[in-house]
Nanobody, 125 residues
C-alpha cells in the first residue's frame, strides 16, 4: 500500500509560482505512474499532468507551458512546479499513483490506485 502526502500549497497572487511536493512511502515512484489532479469548488476532479516510470511527462492543455512535473527517485518525491498562476488555478491539488502501463490511462482519474489527501492552492487576483 502506497501512502502519498502532498505539501507546498498556499495562498499566492496571480502571476506567482509555486511548487507542490508529493512524498511516497510504502512504495517507490519508479514502479508507478505519478499523476497530479485538481478539484475546484463545485467542479469535478480533473487531470493536470503525469510523469511515467521513464520520466515522460504529460499535461493537460490548460496548464501546458506553465507547469512542470519532475521526480526525485532518491527522495521518492514527485514535484509539480507551477508558474504564471491564475485565479482559475485555485483548487485542491492531489497526487496519485497508478499501476497502469497504458498511456491512455494516465489521464483518467479512475485508473489511479493511490491518492494523497490533497493540498489547497489559492490564487488571488
Amino acid at each position: 500500500q502506497v501512502q502519498l502526502v502532498e505539501s507546498g500549497g498556499g495562498l499566492v497572487q496571480a502571476g506567482d509560482s509555486l511548487r507542490l511536493s508529493c512524498a511516497a512511502s510504502g512504495g517507490t515512484f519508479s514502479r508507478y505512474v505519478a499523476g497530479w489532479f485538481r478539484q475546484a469548488p463545485g467542479k469535478e476532479r480533473e487531470f493536470v499532468g503525469a510523469i511515467s516510470r521513464g520520466d515522460t511527462t504529460y499535461y493537460t492543455n490548460s496548464v501546458r507551458g506553465r507547469v512542470t512535473i519532475s521526480k526525485d527517485d532518491i527522495k521518492n518525491t514527485v514535484y509539480l512546479q507551477m508558474s504564471s498562476l491564475k485565479p482559475e488555478d485555485t483548487a485542491v491539488y492531489y497526487c496519485a499513483a497508478s499501476r497502469s502501463y497504458n498511456v491512455g490511462d494516465y489521464f483518467v482519474r479512475s485508473k489511479y490506485d493511490f491518492w494523497g489527501q490533497g493540498t489547497q492552492v489559492t490564487v488571488s487576483s
